[in-house]
C-alpha cells in the first residue's frame, strides 16, 4: 500500500505518499533544521482523512484494515454521493450538490491510513462520561432547551462562526477545506487551519501555562522539543472546548508533531480531563504536505445562514400559530 | 463474512455522515423541503463567500416581469484549489437550478443541481472545467 494516494478522484497535483500506519512510530526521519536549529515542519498539509475518530462496534478490537480491505473500501467511498439518491420533497434531500463545489472527503487527497479509528488501541472509543459530566452536558442543554432558535445566542458555535470542532486541539480531519499551515519562528510555532481561519501561535521554550484565571476558546499552548518531535501542552479551556464532546474545561491535550518523511508529518494526541473521563484516550493520523496556500475562510462576513435560519425559524412560528 | 459486513458499514457509514460533514449548518433549518423548485435565469453575481457561496439570479416570469434570486452553494476554497475563479461563473451566463426555497417565503434557494441551460451540462463539472468551453477561465 505504499506510495499510493487514495480517493485522489481530483488529482490537486499533489503526491500524499507514505507508509502504512504501522510504520509511523518506527519512523527514522530525520527532519532538516530551521536556522535556528530545530526539527523543520514548516509546510501546508493537509489532515483530511476518511478513518473516523471512533472505531465501528462490529470491528471490536481490530485496529488496522489489510491493505486488500483498505482497497475494498476505498472503492466502496469512490461512488459519487450524489447517487445515493434522495426523494425529492424530503429534508434530506435539501443540500446543494456537493461534487459539484468539489467538497467532502471523497474529493480529496488522503494520505493512506489503514487504521480502523483515529482512536488507537484495543477499543478505538473516547471512553464513557463519568456521571456527572452528563449531568453537566444535560444542564447545560437545558439551558437553551425549546430557544435554540430564538436568536444567534443560542444557535451552535460553529454556525456562528467562532469556531469548527475540528480546530481542537486535538485537530481532527474536517469534513472539507481540511488544510492547515504550521509556520516557524525562533522560538515559536504557529498553526493556521483553514477551517475556520484561526492562528495557535505556540512558545517552544516549555514555558508555565497561563494563570488559571485565563480562559481561552483554543486554551492556551506551550510547546517544547524532544528530540525529532514538537510536544505541545494545552490547557486553559474555556467551557465549550471545541473538542466537544462533553469536555469540561479542566481538558488537557498533548500534541505530538514528528516528520516522518519530507511530505508527511505524524499528528498524535492524548486528551485528558479528569471532569468528563475516567481515563485518558489518544489518536493519530498522518498529514501530507500540498501544494498551495490555506485560503481564506472570512465565515462571519457571508454568513447569510445566520438569517436565513432565524427568519425561517420566525416563518415556522408563524405557520405553526395559524393552525 | 464479516469482513465484508464490515466493510459495508463503514461505506455506509460514509455516504450518511456525507451531506451534514460537508455543510456549515442544517439545511432544514434554512430551506423548505415542501417548496422545491425549478429556475432558470441569467447570472448577475457570484459571491465567492464563505461559509457558502451565493449565486445571484435573474429569472423571468410568466408575465416578462423579473425576480432576483439568490442560490446557495458550497464554499469557495475548494472551487479554487480546482482551478476556478470568479470568472468561471461569468455574469449573463444562463443556468438552471433545481432546490428548494427558504422558509420564510423570500427569493432564496439552495441549489439541489446547477446546470448549464444551453446544454444541461452540471455548473462547474465536465465541460465547466477550466479551460472547456463554457467554463470561461481566467488564465
Keep these: 500500500m505504499n506510495k499510493q494516494v487514495l480517493h485522489s478522484f481530483l488529482n490537486l497535483g499533489v503526491a500524499l505518499a507514505v507508509a502504512a500506519a504501522p510504520a509511523f512510530a518506527q519512523s527514522k526521519y530525520k527532519a532538516p533544521r530551521t536556522p535556528d536549529g530545530v526539527p523543520d515542519i514548516e509546510g501546508v498539509y493537509s489532515n483530511s482523512s476518511n478513518v473516523?475518530?471512533?472505531?465501528?462496534?462490529n470491528l471490536g478490537a481490530k485496529e488496522f484494515y489489510t491493505p486488500a480491505e483498505l482497497t475494498a473500501q476505498a472503492k466502496a467511498a469512490a461512488v459519487p454521493r450524489e447517487k445515493a439518491a434522495t426523494q425529492v420533497g424530503t429534508v434530506a434531500?435539501?443540500?446543494?450538490?456537493?461534487?459539484?463545489?468539489?467538497l467532502g472527503k471523497t474529493v480529496t487527497d488522503a494520505m493512506v491510513n489503514t487504521r480502523t479509528s483515529l482512536i488507537v488501541g484495543p477499543t478505538g472509543k473516547v471512553p464513557p462520561m463519568i456521571a456527572a459530566a452528563t449531568k453537566r452536558q444535560q444542564a447545560a442543554r437545558a439551558l437553551t432547551a425549546g430557544h435554540e432558535m430564538d436568536g444567534p445566542e443560542n444557535r451552535g458555535i460553529a454556525e456562528r462562526c467562532f469556531y469548527w470542532g475540528g480546530e481542537g486541539p486535538p485537530m481532527m480531519p474536517q469534513g472539507y477545506n481540511s488544510n492547515l499551515q504550521i509556520a516557524q519562528g525562533p522560538g515559536y510555532v504557529a498553526i493556521q487551519q483553514e477551517m475556520i481561519h484561526d492562528v495557535r501561535i505556540i512558545p517552544t521554550d516549555n514555558r508555565a501555562h497561563l494563570d488559571p484565571s485565563i480562559r481561552q476558546w483554543f486554551g492556551n499552548s506551550v510547546g517544547h522539543w524532544e528530540g525529532e518531535?514538537?510536544?505541545?501542552?494545552?490547557?486553559?479551556?474555556?467551557?465549550?472546548?471545541?473538542?466537544?464532546?462533553?469536555?469540561?474545561?479542566d481538558l488537557h491535550v498533548v500534541e505530538r508533531f514528528t516528520r516522518t518523511g519530507p511530505e508527511t508529518v505524524l499528528y498524535q494526541f492524548t486528551v485528558s480531563d479528569p471532569q468528563t473521563w475516567e481515563t485518558s484516550w489518544s489518536g493519530e493520523y498522518p498529514m501530507g504536505k500540498i501544494k498551495g496556500q490555506v485560503y481564506e475562510y472570512a465565515c462571519q462576513?457571508?454568513?447569510?445562514?445566520?438569517?436565513?435560519?432565524?427568519?425561517?425559524?420566525?416563518?415556522?412560528?408563524?405557520?405553526a400559530a395559524q393552525k | 463474512?464479516?469482513?465484508?459486513?464490515?466493510?459495508?458499514?463503514?461505506?455506509?457509514?460514509?455516504?450518511?455522515?456525507?451531506?451534514?460533514a460537508v455543510a456549515h449548518h442544517a439545511f432544514a433549518a434554512e430551506f423548505d423541503a415542501s417548496r422545491p423548485l425549478k429556475l432558470t435565469g441569467t447570472v448577475t453575481k457570484w459571491e465567492l463567500v464563505n461559509p457558502h457561496s451565493w449565486i445571484h439570479l435573474d429569472v423571468k416570469n410568466a408575465d416578462?416581469?423579473?425576480?432576483?434570486?439568490?442560490?446557495?452553494?458550497?464554499?469557495?476554497?475548494?472551487?479554487?484549489?480546482?482551478?476556478?475563479?470568479?470568472?468561471?461563473?461569468?455574469?449573463g451566463s444562463q443556468i438552471t437550478v433545481d432546490g428548494y426555497q427558504a422558509k420564510d417565503g423570500a427569493n432564496r434557494a439552495v441549489g439541489k443541481a446547477l446546470t448549464f441551460t444551453k446544454d444541461g451540462k452540471s455548473l462547474f463539472m465536465g465541460g465547466s472545467a477550466p479551460g472547456a468551453d463554457g467554463g470561461g477561465q481566467e488564465k
Design chain 1, 93 to 102: 434531500d435539501i443540500h446543494y450538490d456537493v461534487s459539484q463545489f468539489g
Design chain 2, 64 to 91: 416578462g416581469s423579473v425576480t432576483a434570486w439568490m442560490i446557495e452553494g458550497g464554499s469557495p476554497n475548494s472551487l479554487l484549489r480546482l482551478g476556478f475563479t470568479k470568472n468561471s461563473l461569468p455574469e
Design chain 1, 301 to 319: 462576513e457571508g454568513n447569510y445562514g445566520m438569517a436565513n435560519i432565524l427568519s425561517g425559524a420566525r416563518a415556522d412560528e408563524k405557520k
Design chain 2, 1 to 20: 463474512m464479516r469482513t465484508k459486513f464490515a466493510l459495508i458499514i463503514a461505506a455506509v457509514g460514509l455516504a450518511a455522515s456525507a451531506i451534514p
Design chain 1, 229 to 249: 518531535t514538537l510536544v505541545v501542552d494545552t490547557t486553559n479551556f474555556n467551557d465549550q472546548p471545541a473538542l466537544g464532546r462533553g469536555a469540561s474545561r
Design chain 1, 52 to 57: 473516523p475518530l471512533e472505531r465501528a462496534n
